[in-house]
Every structure is written in structure tokens, then in C-alpha cells.
């Protein structure tokens, strides 16, 4: 099983659609999520962190289920400006230090 | 304002010479991080360092070498043993000395093609 699996993109979808990505990890020792977003060509830059309660941040929702080790982030109500890449992010375990691991992404293309 | 930057931005390399990618952070930062990111890839961890004169091999350092002198600077060069090195080069940081519990804060990329 992959480190962080995510669902294979892209996701087409017009405005004013709900769309929900889904992530797997394989390390049940992890502690911290993110979901992070990146524009074409660009550096990935936060979008939200992960709690065990979820949380919401506006139109966006984040859940987690340590049972079965998924991750996912519901956007709703979708804008042109959503469209990018949205990486599920875990921390693991290199060499005794903790580190991030990243996801491929799964593009979200939001159409007019 | 504080942040990451990287340079060059854009660089093209021959076959064969080494090159190396700079990574400043005015953030008081003290882990830094190497990643390289390939088209319809993730992100993937070349080298980190939680600290002044201490660095951690990634998933893929091979090829790579890294330096951390100063708590500011992490420069990464790209060695002619690498044998696949055009790629997207981010480098980012974290607030506390213990990576993965805390948010990555990225410079804006190198884009480094090997003609």
C-alpha cells in the first residue's frame, strides 16, 4: 500500500458543484494531516489542517477517520478560482525523524 | 516580509556539470527541506535538516548533496551523478525543529532542465 494515496484526477466539475476528494495512508502511527493546494507551476501552499473532530474553513470541510485511515475534503458551492491541485499531506517516519509525506494530487478543474 | 526564496528560478544545465539551487528563509525557521517534484508526481523528500550543521538523507538524496552553515541558507546541488535531474525544485520550511507537525512554508521553485 502506498504512503499517501489519493483519487486519481482530474475532477471535472462546474460552478456551484460539491465535490469531495478522498485520501488513504498506510502509516497508522501518523499524528498530523493537511491538505494542502497548488496552482499550475506553482509551490503548494496550505489550505487546511486535519483534526480528528473535522473542521470547516468556509466552504471547505476536512474529515478525518484514524480507523480507517482516510482523509477527506468536501468543497462546496466550487468557483472558478478552486481550480488546482489538491494534495493530501501525512506525516511519517524517516530514519527516526518525523517528516511530511505528499500525495500525486488530484486536480480539481471548475468550469464556467 | 518574511518568506522563502529560491534561485534561479529557471536553469538549464548540460550534461554532466554540477549545479547548485540556493534556498534563503527570513523566518527564523528551524527545519529546512529539499523536495523534487516531477509532472503528475508528488512531492518527494531529497534531503531535510532540523538543524545548524545536521542534515537527513530523503527518499531519493542520491545525486544530491546539501550544506546548512547558517540557519538561513540550505543550498542544494544537483551533482552529475544525478541521472535524471530536470525537474521542479521546491524548497520550504517549518516553524518547530520537529518536522511533520507543523506547516511547510514554500519558496517558489527552481525549474532546473538538464539539455
Known amino acids: 500500500r502506498k504512503e499517501v494515496e489519493q483519487d486519481p484526477g482530474p475532477f471535472n466539475v462546474p460552478e456551484g458543484a460539491t465535490v469531495a476528494f478522498n485520501c488513504t495512508y498506510s502509516?497508522?502511527?501518523?499524528?498530523?494531516f493537511f491538505w494542502y493546494r497548488q496552482d499550475c507551476r506553482k509551490e503548494p501552499k496550505l489550505l487546511m489542517s486535519?483534526?480528528?473532530s473535522g473542521n470547516e474553513d468556509g466552504r471547505f470541510t476536512a474529515q478525518l477517520n484514524r480507523a480507517s485511515q482516510y482523509i477527506s475534503l468536501l468543497i462546496r458551492d466550487s468557483k472558478l478560482s478552486d481550480s488546482a491541485t489538491y494534495l493530501c499531506?501525512?506525516?511519517?517516519?524517516?530514519?527516526?525523524?518525523?517528516?511530511?509525506?505528499f500525495g500525486k494530487g488530484t486536480m480539481l478543474l471548475v468550469s464556467p | 516580509d518574511g518568506g522563502i526564496t529560491q534561485s534561479p528560478k529557471y536553469l538549464f544545465r548540460k550534461e554532466g556539470q554540477n549545479v547548485t539551487l540556493s534556498c534563503e528563509q527570513n523566518?527564523?525557521?528551524?527545519?529546512m527541506y529539499w523536495y523534487r517534484q516531477d509532472p503528475g508526481q508528488g512531492l518527494r523528500l531529497i534531503y531535510y535538516?532540523?538543524?545548524?550543521?545536521?542534515?537527513q538523507k530523503g527518499d531519493i538524496a542520491e545525486g544530491y548533496s546539501v550544506s546548512r552553515e547558517k540557519k538561513e541558507s540550505f543550498p542544494l546541488t544537483v551533482t552529475s551523478a544525478q541521472k535524471n535531474p530536470t525537474a521542479f525544485y521546491l524548497c520550504?520550511?517549518?516553524?518547530?525543529?520537529?518536522?511533520?507537525?507543523?506547516?511547510?512554508?514554500f519558496g517558489e521553485g527552481s525549474r532546473l532542465t538538464v539539455l
Open positions: 535538516s532540523q538543524i545548524v550543521n545536521d542534515f
Open positions: 523566518l527564523n525557521h528551524d527545519a
Open positions: 520550504a520550511s517549518s516553524i518547530w525543529g520537529r518536522p511533520g507537525t507543523g506547516e511547510l512554508f
Open positions: 502509516n497508522s502511527a501518523s499524528q498530523s
Open positions: 499531506v501525512v506525516n511519517g517516519m524517516n530514519s527516526g525523524y518525523s517528516t511530511l509525506t
Open positions: 486535519v483534526y480528528s
